[in-house]
């Protein structure tokens, strides 16, 4: 699980929620309508401007963000070396046989066995980065969207608020509820846009750079193994997509 992501989420919602009870009742912050508004209008116009289905996967990805294990650029540069200590030891033709759940780089392992032109390789792993990046960048939109769309209807329910107010301005007393409720839903569409939506968003695009560079990694490793397979000559050429810190040879 991203312990990050699941502590800044509890974190904020927590700083949120405790300033609500060091000012008052936390009842007086919750609005049926006014949350009927935000969601369920957000919800509504993010239908309306994605297919039904890129909603769905988006939402998907958005759950994905709390529980994928991160995978350091260290870790791939390791893989690739053992990828050229097989195919020095056994051969090209043995990486036919490797096991793994990366579809990318058991097809790199393929495309080597097959002695494959690097060129061959580059194109392959870019139109997987190419069709990554976008499938990546529809659950980004949608978030996104989500994040412009809940302010807007947050605002929309205070104007329907102050509407219903000012209906009832032969009674002063329920002037200053009215008022409180009618903001409540700014405050809804707020919230949720900068703590969750935006975040969500900032987040996937995070792991879409990420593995970006996993696939740049992938590509350089067997280009390498194909142009020579000393699996010292390969890592030296992949630690430079890691941290000098973290660059050490170890075989």
């Known amino acids: 699980m991203d312990i990050a992501t699941l502590l800044g989420l509890v974190v904020g919602l927590t700083m949120v929620i405790g300033s609500i ?41 958005g759950i994905k963000i709390f529980a994928s294990r991160k995978v350091r650029p260290r870790e791939v540069v390791d893989i690739m070396v053992k990828v050229a200590e097989i ?27 097959d002695n494959a032109d690097p060129a061959l390789i580059r194109d392959t792993l870019r139109i997987e980065i190419t069709s990554m990046k976008r499938r990546h960048k529809v659950g980004q939109d949608v978030f996104r969207g989500l994040a412009a769309y809940a302010p807007s209807f947050g605002m929309i329910g205070t104007l329907i608020g102050l509407v219903q107010m000012l209906a009832q301005l032969d009674d002063p007393k329920s002037l200053g509820p009215a008022m409180a409720v009618a903001l409540l839903t700014t405050f809804y569409g707020s919230l949720m846009s900068t703590l969750l939506f935006l975040p969500i968003a900032g987040k996937l695009h995070a792991r879409t750079m990420q593995e970006i560079l996993h696939l740049e990694i992938i590509f350089e490793g067997a280009k390498s193994i194909l142009e020579n397979n000393n699996p010292r000559l390969v890592y030296e050429k992949l630690s430079s997509f890691i941290a000098p810190r973290e660059r050490k040879y170890e075989r």
Request: glycine share 8%.
């Open 21 to 61: 009870f060091l000012g008052g009742a936390l009842s007086s912050f919750i609005n049926i309508p006014g949350l009927m508004i935000v969601v369920g209008g957000t919800l509504a116009a993010i239908s309306v401007a994605f297919p039904f289905e890129e909603v769905v996967q988006a939402f998907y990805a």
């Open 87 to 113: 195919s020095r030891r056994e051969g090209l033709l043995a990486l036919e046989n490797i096991q793994t759940e990366n579809a990318t780089l058991k097809k790199s392992c393929q495309l080597i066995a």
